[in-house]
Structure formats: C-alpha cells, structure tokens
C-alpha cells in the first residue's frame, strides 16, 4: 500500500510510469520475434541488446552513436577493464558533454 500512495507523500514522484512504458513499447511490439531468437542463450543476447538499446534512449543518447563508440573503446584496448562504468550511457554522456565543452574553450 505504501508504494501505491508514496506518490501522495513525494512531489518528485510520478502518478504514472508513462515514460518508463514507452521505452519498453518496442520491446513488447518485437516479443514475438524474440520467441524465434533460436535458443535460450539468443534470447538472452537479445534481452541485454534490448536493455542497452533502451538504456541510450532514457539518457537521450543515439543508441547506435553510443554502442559503436563503446565497442571501440573495448576492441581498441583504450579503457582498460576497471574502468568499463565509464562507458555506461549516463558517464558516456556526461563524458561527451564535458569535452564538447573544452573544445568549445578552445576554439
């Protein structure tokens, strides 16, 4: 009961997870094709591409901008591998802006 009411009690807190359903619209639109993934571990593949996918778009990022520059990042060696939280999509973003915000000092 609490959870349903906590919304009462917190301004911050939304009446409703539109927000949060939209993002996932597409996965629920593709669910049938997932069932065709070809295995147990393909469907699981999917599901961490899916979240990543999603995971982009809450923090207003290009999904495909994003995982093409992790993944270089990764291939290329130049973060090394205790330092891969750097590349989530909110530090990769934060990141982003920050150099954005030096080359433009620069100039």
Same mark, same amino acid.
């Given at each position: ?6 919304? &009462? ?19 629920? &639109? ?6 065709? /993934?070809?295995? /147990?571990?393909?469907g699981?593949?999917?599901?961490? &591409? /899916? ?11 290009d999904?495909?901008t ?17 330092? &891969? ?23």
């Amino acid at each position: 009961w609490h959870g349903l009411i906590a919304f &009462l009690e917190d301004g911050r807190i939304e009446v409703d997870s539109n927000v949060v359903e939209r993002s996932l619209k597409p996965v629920c &639109l593709t669910r049938k094709n997932s069932l065709f /993934a070809g295995s /147990a571990r393909g469907g699981e593949t999917w599901a961490v &591409l /899916a979240s990543l996918v999603n995971s982009a778009r809450l923090n207003g990022l290009d999904p495909e901008t994003w995982l093409a520059d992790v993944l270089e990042q990764i291939v290329s060696g130049s973060i090394p591998v205790n330092r &891969l939280d750097e590349l989530l999509p909110w530090n990769w973003k934060t990141d982003r802006e920050a150099r954005g915000q030096l080359e433009r000092v620069a100039a």
